[in-house]
């Protein structure tokens, strides 16, 4: 096996590595040891340094492993408080837009500087991926899916909605986006909500609101008569995120046992006489 010789780096001793060991040493930056006491000797070995503190001066000894992190040393904590708490020369930037000097990291001195970056779209680009969107899925798109255009049709258009009415569509429903408020001053989702409590309210029929289901999953009924439990779910079919709801809300009730009358669009509109709510108050 290929051999060398070479120096103890505490001693200075001539000692013997196998060359293959010496390669390992170098890529790793170990150093050399003729003995395990040199090595032990090496870690208690102590260099002298003067205090970096302009002032002081002071001349300290530390171990190896105490002078490794830093290449400047302080003899004491005080000396190294005083450096570092000193105040320090500001660094004064131009501004590459308005030229005016200011302190701090930014590359600009205010956000007004800042240089407005070119939108890519324009209000018809936007439209035409709307109506793109619309001719591959047959349905507008909702916000998610135009990544990138979304800011700009607020822009160009004030709101999504309107970008969607200017394409030529109407616009996805919003739950419960807009309150009604019953005769006897119930607050309710929609139109056929408040249709209902006027009907109830009309024959003096007793009837809670937003009445809570049994269990921890905080689901609450459209109506509650007596032990009927009446839902009207009008946008059944419309939104995903509706009809999963929805769901929940039968398997409930059906947990339960509960009374469940469920009253859909048809059932009001066009006045379709179903279920317990007859609707001829309304119409003379």
Request: hydrophobic share 30%.
């Amino acid at each position: 096996m290929d051999s060398i010789l070479l120096n103890c780096s505490y001693c200075g001793k001539l000692v013997r590595r196998s060359s293959r060991r010496m390669n390992e040493n170098n890529k790793r930056g170990w150093k050399i040891f003729c003995s395990q006491q040199c090595l032990s000797l090496s870690r208690r070995k102590r260099t002298e340094f003067a205090c970096a503190r302009e002032g002081c001066g002071k001349r300290f000894s530390r171990t190896p492993s105490d002078s490794v992190k830093s290449k400047v040393f302080y003899c004491s904590q005080r000396c190294a408080a005083l450096v570092n708490n000193t105040y320090r020369d500001r660094i004064v930037r131009i501004c590459p837009n308005c030229k005016s000097e200011f302190t701090g990291d930014n590359k600009y001195c205010s956000s007004s500087c800042i240089p407005k970056q070119k939108s890519k779209y324009t209000d018809q680009i936007v439209l035409d991926m709307i109506s793109k969107f619309f001719d591959k899925h047959g349905r507008i798109p909702v916000k998610r899916e135009m990544y990138g255009c979304y800011k700009v049709s607020r822009k160009y258009f004030g709101t999504w909605n309107k970008a969607i009415k200017v394409a030529g569509f109407d616009p996805n429903p919003v739950m419960f986006a807009k309150k009604y408020i019953a005769k006897d001053g119930d607050r309710c989702d929609s139109l056929a909500e408040k249709i209902i409590d006027d009907w109830l309210y009309a024959r003096k029929i007793k009837h809670m609101r937003n009445f809570p289901y049994p269990g921890k999953e905080r689901f609450t009924v459209d109506f509650k008569v007596g032990d009927n439990w009446i839902e009207f779910f009008g946008l059944s079919g419309e939104l995903k995120r509706y009809d999963e709801l929805k769901e929940r809300k039968l398997k409930l009730a059906k947990k339960n046992k509960l009374n469940l009358i469920e009253i859909y669009p048809k059932d009001i509109f066009p006045f379709v006489r179903k279920k317990i709510l007859p609707l001829e108050f309304l119409f003379g």
